[in-house]
């Protein structure tokens, strides 16, 4: 079994996932047509949160994409473990949601969406940290086994992520506002880490 | 006509059904946001099915794509026979709502809900056996014909799958949670059935 | 520009409006769980409509594939005459979802829902017969040109489905139900009848 | 890099995006079946905003479609940039619920629906122009750099673009609907602009 279907399938769900978070955007209900500019101007945390979502997302493919294109072969562990990365993929539309509903009360309401928000995305990374170590265990998987310091490098990155999501869990509770704004900021580093890394890096 | 784009179509059908699964997870609605991690919690049953069906659907597109990579020629039947198996997994996000709302409750609720759930499940596995059953009825289809005792086994686990099923059926009658653990227990069994099967069997 | 990205594009259209038919099904809301049953037995019509959809949209797309294993080339009007065709198909759920809430009540509703349905698959049908009709026209599209009583034959079945489709339309207006089986029995029809013709022709 | 699994990826995000629009349009509610007929009537504000967003972006995967016909290297700067088309493509069935649920009922409502709707628009535009003013920056990234006087008359048209949707947000504060109906012109015409330019250009 050659990568070709298994890149389909995932490119599948994660072009469908980024897509899927539109639908948490609900027009507003309002009386009067004069307080729809308000109301559409209260949806701000659905807006920001499609923001990080899309672009967390949209980095998080960029980066299996440029991961796959390393790996020659298919074994059984890497299929469940890109299955697993894929559940908290797609399932990343659900805390988006609440996130989008629950971040502009503030109080509790907010701590408790962003705590969500922050677990899910940090499970997503651990799983993407488990489908990376499985690839870089040997050069079994892989086209040419990469320099050990490059494995080890980009090691560290994921853990560098995996703290951050940590950070953002403790933040969850004293400014969700602020963790949602780290989960971007994360999102954006990662997006320009991955367009600066030569290509066949 | 090869298999290229009947596959193509099949795995956009699989992505999306698995990807859909989430928008069946709504942000509960509460009054005061002190209660919205209680509410998520009560959303287990939504958790649970969301995770059953999509490791289900999962193996589902990782046991089709295992198959197809051994055919070399599409007939009608092959066609039909494929179109009605995505009419089942496309179904699968309805039965995984009804659980999700129904399962929390007890009683008749959760019967109900758990056999629909189950017959669907059923009639998959049925639908995919018709496939399988269509594909290895003789060498015509295949790149090369597998040894008969291969197909056997294949059709006898295909058997055990259904008998499981139907089993799950009648338990839903009498514990509802146990009937969707055993869902749940059926595609982690398969998950690593096919995950440790060697790629070119 | 060869055909397959337009391939790629119009498969990930037919998947994903096939695949999304099923949100138009929802849990049924009941107070008491005995209620369940009954209730989900009451959303027939939706199945029902669910099922014509599902196997009308899935011919088309099988259709579809079999036109352009025959094309070579695409040209302007071939593009805007598939993106016309695509906008038919991508808005099939939504008559789906009118014939569910309206089927059952019967009376005007029903009427109404029907003929909506049955118009939007009329047109959808004369979108792919300009479509067809495009391709055929003469050879400089096709791989090799097909004789012309193929051609000719191939008009007639459309010609033939476009007036199945405005007999729906009529019978929308006496018998609902008997509308939307003689869409299912076209759908089969043309299941059949496609699966039969010789892959190759 | 090749640009085949970037080229997928956004022919999903295209695809669903335009497909996703369909769930919009919800069935109406009315009590008794003989007003079904007007109230599907009194939908046109959504039929109108699903033609005009289906063309639209129909016309811009057409775009992207021909643009990365000549593109055979991708760096980090095109991913990223391709990533935030996408992210305004993927939004776009907001603004098409918006305009559907408060054209009907003029006054500032529509007049808000509108320009929502057009700064989205002018914001994919934007998007677009900025992919393809970085693709044709210089020749590193292209099959074969086109003559300049082709870069330049593109780009023109980028711009005349982007002017149309200025206007539309100017025109939605007098006429809302006269701004959807020249979105839709600017769509057509785009249609058949993309469709007669001859393919290799």
Known sequence: MTTTRLEAFSDGVFAIAITLLVIELRPPEVERGSELAGA????????????????TIGVMWLNHHRIFTQVRAVDGPLLLLNLHL??????????????????????????????????????????????????????????RPPPAEVVRSARLRFMFGQAVYLTAIVVSLIAPVVALALHGAMAVYYAFDQATVPVGA
Chains 1, 2, 3, 4 share one sequence.
């Open 86 to 143: 894929l559940l908290w993929v797609a399932l990343i539309p659900f805390p988006t949601a609440v996130v989008a509903d629950y971040l502009a009360e503030g109080g509790d309401g907010a701590r408790t969406a962003l705590v969500l928000y922050s677990v899910v995305f940090l499970l997503a990374g651990v799983a993407f940290g488990l489908l990376f170590g499985w690839i870089t265990r040997d050069a079994r998987l892989l086209e």
């Open 40 to 55: 559409l101007w209260d949806l701000w945390p659905g807006y920001f949160a499609y923001l990080v979502s899309f672009v």
